[in-house]
């Protein structure tokens, strides 16, 4: 493996590991408030934690940061400023680098107490300059089944006032919701087209396992429903000029979201936090890291500062493929086979094989230098992804 480590961007990942309360749909890694948050020992642990990995990082610059969860907005901006004021202080960070909070539509940030547009012009005024907000749907119905807090006139009023005051916003949204109609998401997707953020990022509910959907399992619409709302879906988002990049996101022009995009080109990313993910290339190998899920653990361990609230391991060439492919094959335009040696370090040749089967399966093509998925592949993205593994 020969890999040059100064071509492959970098993306810092902040995990915050609660919530209001669990979505009974939700496999994050995320916690429900019990009595009291542990805010200040948490942020203690994050930038002990993002010290130990200043000199694996010496001589890389960050290009993104994104706040995920949980409920980052849960914590003040007074901590998130913390945070952030430590990375930028600690590592090379781009002047220009896209910082990400992901933000649940609630009334006010519950660690301050403070209102809701004052906690969003804090975030503004500590460095934030993207926010990434779980509406999953604007009907009271809808959200009430899939046990969210918020109402739908709460979600327009949150998002309201994020786009006053940020001028990148995401929504999430879901479809395939228990007991939803094409016409109860078709709703969804005007409101959203009305407020017109800079991006969306819409998903499918997914039954997961150790979920409270998994155990008590609601009615959701039969597939051929879901395939109905999946086509509105790309028509209605294609008319209002949202670009589909990846299969699940859609931005205006200009406003793809760097992080994720990092991801899906194989690219690296630190993450400091419970549960948090870290991929990492060095001259000779990949390394995965995973820290401890459960926030409690997680503290106690890297309070001892030794590395031992994260476990490492190297990537085998073998997995390569699979890994490389599961990412950029996400991406609508695909990529250039220069990428695969770029990010892997292994010679594309070796894989050729398997792209051309995937080819004669018609589930990708192949044009000169560049791989992208056909719409079938597209629509079984697993089946064409399983070819590389
Ligand atoms: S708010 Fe988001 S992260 Fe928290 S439990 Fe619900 S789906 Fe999971």
Redesign the pocket.
Known sequence: MDLEIAHIPLSFYVHIPW?????P????N?H?IKDVMPEEKYVEALLIDAQMEINALRGRTISSIFFG???PNIFSALSIGKILTFIKANFSVLPNAEVTV?A?PSRYCISSGKQIEESLLELRQVGVNRLSV?V?SFNDNNLLKI??LHTGGQAVDFVNMSLHIFSNVNLDIMYGLPDQSIGDFHLDIEKALILKPSHLSVYQLTIEENTEFSSFRPNLPKDEVIWSMYQKLIQELKDADYHRYEISAFSLKGSECFHNKNYWLFGDYIGIGAGAHSKLSFEDRIERQNCFRQPDKYMEMVLKRNGSHKLRKNLKVEELPGEFMLNVLRLIDGFDVSLYSSRTGQKFQEIRKLVNLAEEKKLLTIFGNKIKPTMLGLNFLTDLQEIFF
């Open positions: 919530c209001e309360k669990k979505c749909y939700c496999d994050f995320s429900a969860g949980g409920t992901e649940n779980g999953q046990g969210r």
